[in-house]
């Protein structure tokens, strides 16, 4: 463990009956960082942040925040971590100021600190002007914005985040993404899970990619970075018809899709490729109307990076 | 790191935390009598049977004023204050605000505990309501023991609402379900309870735990224990031995039943 590590995860497991969802993980996140948690639908991801907050025993391995082990101190750490599950709402027959207020007393906030702290995470997340009104009143982007609201009552050190701007629109996803950078850089460490690239890309300082159970890569956005460099492609706009199957059999050739009028090809090795296109095209006498070699999207390399199963 | 360590996990004794703990449950009891006391469940269960029932056992009867006040005091105290604790974990579960609940520093016994002090009060109220009908039309005022009748109505809401717990095990986000479970284990322990009628020792009787409630009021309301010297005493000890049993049986299985209800 590092001086700076708060949350220590050592081989953790979840196995319900016969499907393992978490499978032998190890990781540590450090004070102060944003940690993603990138993986598709079904990764573990959920499954991961529930053992982390206490929702779910692991069937086995250790969870410590601060050396503590947390299943063991589970009141005492759960005071100084906060969560805002993917699929939670906030209680929709209840006002966004009951909402909050009901958390502050959860949390053993003094009365007039949880109306003030109330009052001013309403106006920071502008909802302030509607904090009278029922949940079930507010749009999806402002219920996602008291959900945060609602997890930053306490002040906790360490935030978890599941899926946080999934489905929101593009104004309630920016006030979000700025709001997470803003918490972060007054020092609390956030815990992000999410299947989006570019958030993670965008918001974390180190990210971690989980796929069917396991944990296949950990890093910083640098370096996966430097990894998608070796996934590149290349878009070939041919005067005719190509037989996919043909191309696909090339070497340094991995998949090719057709899109509208050109072709989307997948390449291990982009000058090899390259070279074959050029002879196959000449070969065929087809004609070569426009190429493109353009960086791979976050996408594919995500997909390039599960579907490889590297183990980090 | 030894500092942070230290100022995060600031140490509370057992006792500190056992207050605390009480506190939430008291926060979660408001929120759950803000929430559910208009709830479709809770008022066709706590309003709407009880009416319904009355009429069905009272019209056209040649009943006793006190077994006429006794029996609904009975019967609106038991469905009132088992209305609300099935409805909470399902009704959580499909709102999704169970799991939020859940990551906060409160234990399962805390939600638990505010479930029941919901309850518990739904049940008290509610159950006042028949005892100030009886006094004003049928002059009941003049026999009351205020004593016994109190007594009788916080330890018996306390017993039912803890009972209640148990309806809203099975891990279903799906009230309905437990509506019916409910209805299937509620519905016949009314019926075999002497309503309106004198207690008989009749064992099917002593199964009931609304048999004990309705000895209680029926004292205190004028009449003699039907159980005897000691009925009363019998009557508060089975009602705590009652409750108490079912708080814990639903803090194990309640314990229990979280990991299913979060599973995948």
């Known amino acids: 463990m590092y001086q700076s590590d708060i949350i220590e995860v050592q081989n953790l497991s979840k196995h319900f009956d016969l499907l393992k969802a978490v499978d032998d993980i190890t990781f540590s996140v450090e004070q102060g960082e944003i940690f993603g948690f990138l993986g598709p639908n079904g990764a573990g991801k959920t499954t991961t942040i529930r053992m982390l907050t206490g929702v779910l025993k692991p069937t086995s391995g250790i969870i410590k925040f601060y050396g503590q082990d947390a299943w063991k101190n589970q009141i005492a750490v759960k005071q100084i971590i906060s969560n805002v599950p993917e699929m939670a709402n906030a209680y929709l027959d209840l006002t966004g100021f009951q909402n909050l207020t009901f958390i502050g007393e959860i949390y053993g906030i003094s009365r007039n600190e949880r109306k003030k702290r109330a009052d001013d995470l309403l106006k920071k997340f502008e909802l302030y002007k509607r904090k009278d009104d029922l949940a079930k009143k507010y749009s999806k982007g402002m219920k996602q914005r008291l959900l945060l609201c609602m997890a930053l009552m306490s002040n906790p050190k360490i935030l978890f985040l599941d899926e946080p701007t999934s489905g929101l629109d593009v104004q309630s996803s920016i006030i979000i993404k700025n709001l997470i950078k803003q918490y972060n850089k007054d020092g609390m460490t956030i815990f992000l899970t999410t299947h989006n690239m570019d958030v993670a890309n965008e918001l974390c300082d180190r990210i971690a990619i989980i796929n069917k159970g396991n944990l296949i890569r950990l890093d910083t956005p640098e370096n996966l970075r430097a990894i998608e460099k070796k996934y590149q492609a290349i878009d070939l706009y041919p005067s005719e018809q190509l037989i996919i199957s043909e191309v696909e059999r090339l070497a340094g050739i991995e998949k090719v899709k057709k899109i509208k009028n050109y072709y989307h090809i997948i390449v291990d090795d982009l000058h090899e490729a390259m070279y074959q296109i050029i002879d196959y095209t000449k070969l065929k006498k087809i004609n070569i109307k426009k190429l493109n070699t353009p960086e791979p999207t976050l996408e594919e390399v995500f997909v390039k990076i599960i579907n490889s199963g590297e183990k980090n | ?264």
């Open chain 2, 1 to 264: 790191m030894r500092k942070i360590k230290e100022k995060v996990f600031n140490g509370k004794s057992k006792i500190e935390n056992f207050f605390d703990q009480l506190r939430r449950s008291f926060a979660i009891a408001k929120k759950d009598l803000k929430i559910y006391y208009n709830k479709g469940p809770v008022v066709i269960q706590g309003i709407a049977f009880p009416i319904m029932l009355f009429l069905a056992f009272v019209v056209g009867r040649n009943i006793t004023p006190i077994y006429i006040i006794s029996g609904l005091t009975c019967m609106v105290l038991f469905l009132t204050s088992t209305s609300i604790g099935p409805v909470v974990f399902p009704w959580e579960t499909r709102q999704k605000t169970l799991e939020r609940l859940i990551t906060c520093p409160i234990s399962i016994k805390t939600i638990l505990l505010g479930n029941v002090w919901s309850s518990f009060l739904f049940g008290c109220i509610f159950s006042v309501v028949p005892l100030i009908l009886g006094m004003l039309v049928y002059g009941l005022w003049k026999s009351i023991n205020i004593l016994i009748v109190f007594l009788a109505i916080i330890i018996a809401s306390f017993a039912f609402s803890s009972f209640s717990l148990i309806l809203s095990v099975p891990p279903t986000d799906t009230p309905a379900n437990t509506m019916i479970l409910t209805i299937l284990i509620k519905f016949p322990l009314i019926f075999v309870s002497p309503l309106f009628t004198p207690i008989t020792l009749d064992p099917i009787v002593l199964i009931s735990p609304l048999s004990y409630f309705l000895d209680l009021i029926n004292a205190g309301l004028g009449k003699t224990s039907g159980f005897g010297e000691y009925g009363l005493l019998i009557d508060f000890g089975v009602l705590l031995i009652f409750g108490f049993f079912f708080l814990f049986l639903s803090f194990f299985l309640h314990g229990k039943m979280l990991q299913k209800r979060f599973k995948g």
